[in-house]
């Protein structure tokens, strides 16, 4: 058992951290206060070989680990969360789909320019009606000649707006549960396609979050990924590796939690001396420190698992769970330890805890990633 990262890996953090320092700091409070997409940041994001970080290199990828991932999830995300989304559903969602389960045609076609970030990609599963009971959907595709016919409505899509492409699954047959739903691509210039009104979100406000219509989009036969009725596998096996992602975006939450309270800490007097100096503080920063260190074990313990070929998918939902309650408690904290200061959006500790919430909820609750863990001690 080695605990050091290889000199990649920390090549790949240093680089994120000085992307994050240098491009993604100063204007992150004011995108999300006014919501603006970061569409350069991105860009750079893009050039630095972020969006596409573990896919194969001769498909337009970084050919990169799952490690070396968290490790720029965090940094990113440690300084804007939002950017931390954008950036984990084209990698874990989009990509890691299209290279695991997609065919030739479809490499080619559509995951070289969204691993080299050129196009951006979406994953719409949920519906309305369907959250955690994601098989309980509605959208349905019937083929037609060459091409299936898409009808439905998807919702709380990251990247719905500003995505180029949309991962989107649907029932091919009704009446046989998850065994009837399929996975498809569908490019959104296709006709019938459009997008909702972007959501008006507690937190990562700078990405958008918007539900999907498929009004009769036809849909080459070409664009179904896999085959018939293997969505919904699909779809778990895809999450089980999103989770990961989500996970390093609320240990970067809480890691800037705990930077920003260390700082405040001891610049801030109050009875004559820095409020560091009292333990009731120290007791907050010390259980921040131990409860991030744990969560970044979880991480990549999950992580290896998976670029090892193991079964990772509860250790993901351990990594998860475990890192979103930590990022919650440490940005609470966070604002508790800056008082009035961390209460107004100025010196943007708030925005952590607003950040933080979502990763409770998103790629699956964290009632269902219990859920998962359970399952396993029981089987
Ligand atoms: N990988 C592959 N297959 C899996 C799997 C996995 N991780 N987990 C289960 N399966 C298989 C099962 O073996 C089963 O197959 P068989 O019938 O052949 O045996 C099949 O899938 C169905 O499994 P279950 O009966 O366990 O399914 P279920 O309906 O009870 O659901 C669940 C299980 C864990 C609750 C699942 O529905 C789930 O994870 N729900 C949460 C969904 C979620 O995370 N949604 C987030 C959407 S993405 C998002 O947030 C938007 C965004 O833009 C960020």
Same mark, same amino acid.
């Given at each position: 058992m080695n605990f050091n990262l290889t000199s990649e890996q920390k090549l790949i953090k240093q680089t994120a951290a000085d992307f994050s320092r240098d491009e993604? *700091?100063?204007g992150a409070v004011n995108r999300d206060k006014n919501k603006i997409w970061p569409k350069e940041q991105v860009a750079k994001m893009a050039n630095l070989g972020f969006m596409g970080m573990m896919v194969d290199e001769s498909w337009g990828g970084s050919g990169l680990d799952t490690i070396s991932y968290c490790i720029a999830m965090e940094e990113v995300s440690k300084v804007d969360a939002s950017a931390g989304v954008i950036m984990s559903v084209n990698n874990s969602l989009v990509c890691y789909l299209l290279n695991k389960y997609g065919s030739e045609h479809i490499k080619t076609k559509y995951l070289i320019s969204l691993a080299k970030g050129d196009k951006l990609g979406s994953f719409s599963l949920s519906e309305p009606q369907s &959250? +955690?009971?994601? +098989? @309980?959907? *509605?959208t349905y595709a019937t083929l037609d000649g060459d091409n299936y016919i898409l009808s439905g409505t998807k919702n709380w899509v990251t990247n719905g707006i500003s995505c180029d492409y949309a991962i989107v699954f649907a029932l091919t047959e009704k009446g046989v549960g998850h065994k009837g739903i399929s996975c498809f691509l569908v490019e *959104? +210039?296709?006709?019938g396609f459009s997008t909702g009104k972007p959501e008006e979100k507690l937190g990562i406000r700078s990405s958008d979050t918007c539900e999907l219509y498929f009004d009769g989009v036809k849909v080459p *036969? /070409? @664009?179904?990924? &896999?085959? /018939? &009725?293997d969505g919904f596998k699909i779809a778990l096996s895809t999450l089980d590796g999103g989770r990961i992602g989500i996970a390093s975006q609320a240990l970067g939450i809480a890691q800037a939690a705990l930077e920003a309270s260390i700082d405040y800490s001891k610049e801030r007097e109050q009875f004559g001396k820095p409020i560091s100096s009292n333990q009731g503080i120290q007791f907050k920063l010390a259980d921040m420190a131990m409860e991030i260190e744990a969560s970044r074990l979880l991480i990549y313990k999950a992580a290896l698992a998976k670029d090892e070929g193991r079964d990772y998918g509860h250790i993901a939902s351990m990594a998860k769970v475990y890192a979103s309650e930590v990022a919650m408690r440490a940005s609470t904290q966070c604002v508790q330890i800056h008082g009035g200061y961390g209460y107004v959006n100025e010196t943007g500790v708030e925005r952590l805890m607003r950040d933080a919430k979502i990763t409770q909820i998103y790629e699956g609750t964290s009632e269902i990633q219990r859920v998962v863990i359970a399952r396993e001690l029981l089987k």
């Open positions: 993604l *700091k100063e &959250g +955690s009971d994601a +098989s @309980n959907m *509605k *959104k +210039s296709f006709d *036969k /070409e @664009n179904l990924i &896999g085959s /018939e &009725g």
